[in-house]
Antibody, heavy 120, light 107 residues
Framework: EVQLVESGGDLVQPGGSLRLSCAAS????????MGWVRQAPGKGLEWVAN????????YYVDSVKGRFTISRDSAKRSLDLQMNSLRVEDTAVYYC?????????????WGQGTLVTVSS | DIQMTQSPSTLSASVGDRVTITCRAS??????LAWYQQKPGKAPKLLIY???NLEGGVPSRFSGSGSGTEFSLTISSLQSDDSATYYC?????????FGQGTRLDIK
């Protein structure tokens, strides 16, 4: 059974940093693109970042470029999101998600989400 | 960026009704469109990928169609469990973008 379990969400002050992690199990992690999608309270879904199976390429939404870094560790079967220079508008539930085997971009499995609150 | 516009934003229908949600892209994205269902407090669930392909385990009452810039999600016979918010997503090019969502209520 595919499982994605996020951790690391917390309350942080504007300008602060936070690192989210996602533990993957039930599939060959090193074969799949992975990504992060966020959802601000009461709002819709916003894609944040994707990473290739071998970690050699990453893609970001413009609003987080230069502040967020997506990475992965195949040995630990983990996906991370390092978030720096956090802003109030980064407040959201962050979901870790697997991209389908065709590597096209649809997210076929999602974690339960972890809440990041940026507030003073 | 490719803008995704869903209609309607909210929808109320009765059990057994046929329901259609539309998603329009600001440029051609065929066939790179997915549909998701999200219930309150839960993660989204993939229903349809590549515009018309049913994800495994998803009931056959759900179907997707469309091409170019116009796509639709149809529920052939609405069930009470289908009460949720539905999102379309384009993955033709980066940045990946989602529609604003359609909330479906059961009368």
């Amino acid at each position: 059974e595919v499982q994605l379990v996020e951790s690391g969400g917390d309350l942080v002050q504007p300008g602060g940093s936070l690192r989210l992690s996602c533990a993957a199990s039930g599939f060959t992690f090193s074969n799949f693109w992975m990504g992060w999608v966020r959802q601000a309270p009461g709002k819709g879904l916003e894609w944040v970042a994707n990473i290739m199976p071998d970690g050699s390429a990453q893609y970001y939404v413009d609003s987080v470029k230069g502040r967020f870094t997506i990475s992965r560790d195949s040995a630990k079967r983990s996906l991370d999101l390092q978030m720096n220079s956090l802003r109030v508008e980064d407040t959201a539930v962050y979901y870790c998600a697997r991209i389908g085997i065709a590597a096209a971009g649809d997210f076929d499995y999602w974690g339960q989400g972890t809440l990041v609150t940026v507030s003073s | 960026d490719i803008q995704m516009t869903q209609s309607p934003s909210t929808l109320s229908a009765s059990v057994g009704d046929r329901v259609t949600i539309t998603c329009r892209a600001s440029q051609s994205i065929s066939p790179w469109l997915a549909w998701y269902q999200q219930k309150p407090g839960k993660a989204p669930k993939l229903l349809i990928y590549k515009a018309s392909n049913l994800e495994g385990g998803v009931p056959s009452r759900f179907s997707g169609s469309g091409s170019g810039t116009e796509f639709s999600l149809t529920i052939s016979s609405l069930q009470s469990d289908d009460s949720a918010t539905y999102y379309c997503q384009q993955y033709s090019r980066y940045p990946i973008t989602f529609g604003q969502g359609t909330r479906l209520d059961i009368k």
